[in-house]
């Protein structure tokens, strides 16, 4: 199969979405990441995205839609929270798991009596949903476990001859995956943070928890990890609790890899570049690669080729370190590296949702240096 990579005009949305209604898959643009879309109503299709990116069975897939009428046809009901941050956040960033309609299929839930469905804020994307008529299932169009891509040609790296077409709709804005939120219980619970962060969230709804799977997926991580000394765990799946069905995708299983192992880096600002220069001295004779943002960049411009290093932009920015976070960990994957070192971030605002990435990259791969 030969993948093509078109300009959203109004003859590519209509190629794009007979494909879809067809039973195909088509990779479009959105807000946050690229999705590998398919006929969200149609089992055989979305089986094909499982298939096409080597998903594993049980991770749900989320459907995107284009108004109100798709998302009453998928949910058995809207619950007053969901209500809120409909009117909030839509279109957006922002994924709300809600019991599902006996219309989708269990393909999509992984099983679950629940689905994830968001609006995104992305008029390639809303258009596409339109021209196609149903709502789609997309995840990130990548290989499953690989960083998510950002641009059309990363989509290419990774789903080239497996599907036929790419909407490019140029970088996106957002670069990491949308929030999501089950607003099936009596407190709202955030199951992936996002660029709609939790203290967003709170302004609209008081009470939002952070799901307990986050911190278990990661203390268990740390204690395999420990277990196993200075050794990487390596990028197979990991999963959160044996045997459990994901409640959401990106909670069971490694996610955003690059392909050389990624220790990060946690110190005070001041002392990074030391916590750096220390990590360098260590892995002489190693192939090192940095993802950093600009200040420290520059506080090793004398210790490292400036092309060994991926900038993520200010580290008082973090809308940008967000948007540049994938592109930084793919950028390694095509050069002579064999081991990286990224810069690790407060967890307040958008930075939970970076360090989940960074995390899952890394393998929760943490060294805490200096006082």
Sequence with gaps: MQTKILQPTAAALAEAAAILRSGGLVAFPTETVYGLGANGLDAAACAGIYEAKGRPSDNPLILHIADRAMLDAVALDVPDAAEKLLAAFCPGPL????????????????????VGVR??????????????GVP????????????????????????????????????CRFGVESTIVDVTGAAAT????????????AEVLGEVRLDGGLLAQERAAQARNGAAGSGAPGHAAMEAAAGEAPRAPGMKYTHYAPRAPLTLLQAPPEELPAAFCAALAEAKGRDVGLIVTDETAAALADKIPESRMARLGPRGDM??????????????????????????FDESGLGLAVMNRLKKAAGYRIRRCGK
């Design 95 to 114: 994924t709300l798991i809600l019991r599902c309609s006996d219309a989708v299929p269990a393909r999509v839930t992984g099983g679950l009596a629940t």
């Design 119 to 132: 609006m995104p804020g992305n008029d390639t994307a809303l258009a596409l949903i339109r021209a196609a």
């Design 190 to 201: 955030i199951l992936r943070p996002g660029a709609i962060t939790r203290e967003m969230l």
């Design 319 to 344: 809308r940008t370190v967000a948007a540049r976070l994938y592109e930084a960990l793919r950028s390694f994957d095509e050069k002579p590296v064999d081991m990286l070192f990224g810069e690790a």
């Design 136 to 171: 789609l299932a997309a995840p990130s169009a990548n290989i499953s476990g690989r960083p998510s891509p950002t641009t059309a040609e990363a989509v290419l790296s990774d789903l080239a001859g497996r599907i036929p077409l790419i909407l490019d709709g140029g970088a």
